[in-house]
């Protein structure tokens, strides 16, 4: 079967005056339709480059990324890509603030405004739809970055440590409603964190890079003894007293 996305041999050097950073190294994996992937390494591996290169915001310079066995550049396929910080602009209320991405793109009429106020009402930001960003804690900021990218229903959901921000109890609960959204919604989504433990509560494999230049270390996949309920968040994940971590390559 043609994965959703698959990665081949990708490679990419930073250049400046002081001379060339090789930050990704020969890359290759495959992502299914609907997976979960995490992405784990250490700080400067190139765990950014190599999701901004996903997003195509960025071209390898040598291999490639297709879609649905088509090139990046060439598919008609939606990327939502969560960027570390939260970006929400101050000057504007929160619904203003998800409603950018449709509004920019000319799709925002009247359903689609009742949709993002369905989707913050579900998503625990019911009466802070006129609020100012600074009005909302950092959980709720993640909230409403990741209901912006959604509104925009992308196939691909690309995150980069999108929890990085938050202190750990408000990590864990932020990252059991984000990874439980993304399941009901049945995205395939793509997840950097340097957290190897947040990995294995939210994935479904684990890329596991090298130090810089980001070399693929392992893939592993992560199983639970019994087949994984449909409502199955971090939560469960964590306090599953089995999980079998499997390695390999593909
Ligand atoms: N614009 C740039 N110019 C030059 N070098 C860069 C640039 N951006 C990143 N790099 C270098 O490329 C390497 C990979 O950077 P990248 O941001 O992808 O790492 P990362 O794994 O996301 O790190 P972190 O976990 O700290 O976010 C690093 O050594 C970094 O210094
Ligand atoms: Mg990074």
């Known amino acids: 079967m043609i994965p959703k996305l698959e990665v081949s041999g990708v490679s990419y050097s930073y250049h400046s005056l002081d001379g060339e950073t090789l930050a990704l190294s ?141 202190d750990y109890q408000t990590r864990l609960s932020v990252c059991d409603d984000i990874s439980s959204i993304i399941r009901k ?5 793509i997840l950097v964190t340097h957290d190897l433990s947040e990995a294995i509560s939210v994935a479904d494999r684990i890329v596991v890079l090298t130090p810089r230049p980001g070399r693929v270390k392992k893939i592993l996949s992560i199983e639970f003894p019994q087949a994984a309920p449909a409502h199955w968040t971090g939560a469960i994940a964590r306090n599953s007293p089995t999980i079998l971590i499997r390695c390999g390559r593909s």
């Open 26 to 166: 020969d890359i290759s994996f495959n992502v299914s339709s609907g997976e979960f992937v995490a992405i784990v390494g250490p700080s400067g591996c190139g765990k950014s480059t190599l999701l901004s290169m996903l997003s195509g915001l960025t071209r390898p310079e040598k291999g490639s990324v297709s879609i649905d066995g088509r090139p990046l550049e060439k598919s008609p396929t939606a990327i939502g890509y969560m960027l570390q910080k939260d970006h929400l602009f101050e000057w504007r209320n929160v619904l203003s603030n998800v409603s950018l991405g449709l509004e920019i793109q000319k799709r925002l009429d009247e359903p689609a405004r009742l949709e993002l106020l369905d989707m913050m009402s579900a998503y625990g930001l019911a009466g802070f739809e006129y609020a100012k960003p600074s009005e909302l804690s950092g959980g709720m900021r993640q909230r409403a970055a990741l209901i912006r990218t959604l509104a925009l229903k992308p196939d691909i959901l690309l995150l980069d440590e999108p929890f990085s921000a938050l």
């Open 185 to 189: 919604t049945h995205k395939t989504a």
